[in-house]
């Protein structure tokens, strides 16, 4: 069975069911290989007495269970939430015609809060914002990770604790 790994240029949604799977087979198989290989270097290391970083994590998991789920848990998270806020700063800095400025702010760590002053603040340019909205939060994790749209008066703009400038 030959695997069809090379779909370059090629969309997932453009793969046929099958060669989708045997896509994220082939990926599976490369990244178990590495993992293979890790742990049968971590293990030759140890003969000598010295610890890979592999073995160390393996060690902490072993050591405390749940503490390294809910750390792995966390870096999940926060994975996922990277993913997200680049997608949304992509789709507001695709918008740039409209869009005066635009920022993630900084009111906590957590939040995906985003302020959009507008060129011209009307109900069609604020429709294309809450379309992305709309769409986003039929998403199954939007809840876990939400997004907020704030509309702000360029007259305003000083007022915004700005995290990281968009437009």
Same mark, same amino acid.
């Given at each position: 069975?030959?695997?069809?790994?090379?779909?370059?240029?090629?969309?997932?949604? !453009?793969?046929?069911?099958?060669? %989708?799977?045997?896509?994220?087979?082939? =990926? %599976?198989?490369?990244?178990?290989?590495?993992?293979?290989?890790?742990? @049968?270097?971590?293990?030759?290391? =140890?003969?000598?007495?010295?610890?890979?970083?592999?073995?160390?994590?393996?060690?902490?998991?072993?050591?405390?269970?749940?503490?390294?789920?809910?750390?792995?848990?966390? @870096? =999940? #998270?926060?994975?996922?939430?990277?993913?997200? @806020?680049?997608?949304?700063?992509?789709?507001?800095?695709?918008?740039?015609?409209?869009?005066?400025? %635009? %920022?993630?702010?900084?009111?906590?760590?957590?939040?995906?809060?985003?302020?959009?002053?507008?060129?011209? #603040?009307?109900?069609?340019?604020?429709?294309?914002?809450?379309?992305?909205? !709309?769409?986003?939060?039929?998403?199954?994790?939007?809840?876990?990770?939400?997004?907020?749209?704030?509309?702000?008066?360029? !007259? =305003?703009?000083?007022?915004?604790?700005?995290? !990281?400038?968009?437009?």
């Amino acid at each position: 069975m030959t695997s069809n790994i090379s779909n370059k240029g090629t969309s997932p949604s !453009e793969l046929k069911p099958n060669d %989708a799977l045997i896509t994220f087979l082939g =990926l %599976a198989k490369n990244y178990h290989s590495d993992t293979i290989k890790e742990i @049968d270097h971590s293990t030759e290391m =140890l003969s000598f007495g010295a610890e890979t970083t592999y073995a160390q994590g393996v060690l902490t998991f072993l050591n405390d269970p749940l503490g390294a789920l809910y750390k792995m848990s966390t @870096d =999940l #998270d926060n994975k996922i939430s990277e993913v997200v @806020d680049r997608a949304t700063k992509g789709y507001i800095y695709n918008q740039k015609k409209q869009v005066l400025k %635009a %920022a993630r702010t900084d009111l906590s760590d957590n939040e995906l809060h985003y302020c959009i002053s507008l060129k011209k #603040d009307t109900a069609s340019n604020r429709m294309k914002f809450y379309k992305f909205f !709309e769409f986003y939060s039929a998403l199954e994790f939007s809840e876990k990770f939400p997004i907020y749209f704030q509309f702000v008066p360029i !007259e =305003l703009w000083d007022k915004i604790s700005v995290k !990281e400038e968009i437009i």
